[in-house]
Nanobody, 119 residues
Framework: QVQLVESGGGLVQAGGSLRLSCAAS????????MGWFRQAPGKEREFVAA????????YYADSVKGRFTISRDNAKQTVYLQMNSLKPEDTAVYYC????????????WGQGTQVTVSS
């Protein structure tokens, strides 16, 4: 089992940047695909980005391509989400998740961190 704790959220103006971190504990961290999801007020949770286990191939939602970058540091057991050129529509609670496979089923979730982008 893996435990996940997100941090780095906050309030920024449109066009600004934030870097989210997800600290993981548990065995075989390198063997987990890691993902970021978000949930805006009144909306369903949506996929943001993922980094695949072992190969580190990355995937992004169309809405964040070119603005967000996901990365991982296996030595630190930490996953990051660098968010640039933030827009008000990026406002949401951001969740870190882990999958034993390739991202089809995320079994472990963090508590979330709030990101608010003002216009």
């Amino acid at each position: 089992q893996v435990q996940l704790v997100e941090s780095g959220g906050g309030l920024v103006q449109a066009g600004g940047s934030l870097r989210l971190s997800c600290a993981a504990s548990g065995r075989t961290f390198n063997g987990y695909t890691m993902g970021w999801f978000r949930q805006a007020p009144g909306k369903e949770r949506e996929f943001v980005a993922a980094i695949r286990r072992n190969s580190d191939v990355t995937y992004y939602a169309d809405s964040v391509k070119g603005r967000f970058t996901i990365s991982r540091d296996n030595a630190k057991q930490t996953v990051y989400l660098q968010m640039n050129s933030l827009k008000p529509e990026d406002t949401a609670v951001y969740y870190c998740a882990a999958d034993r496979g390739s991202g089809a089923e995320y079994n472990y979730w963090g508590q979330g961190t709030q990101v608010t982008v003002s216009s």
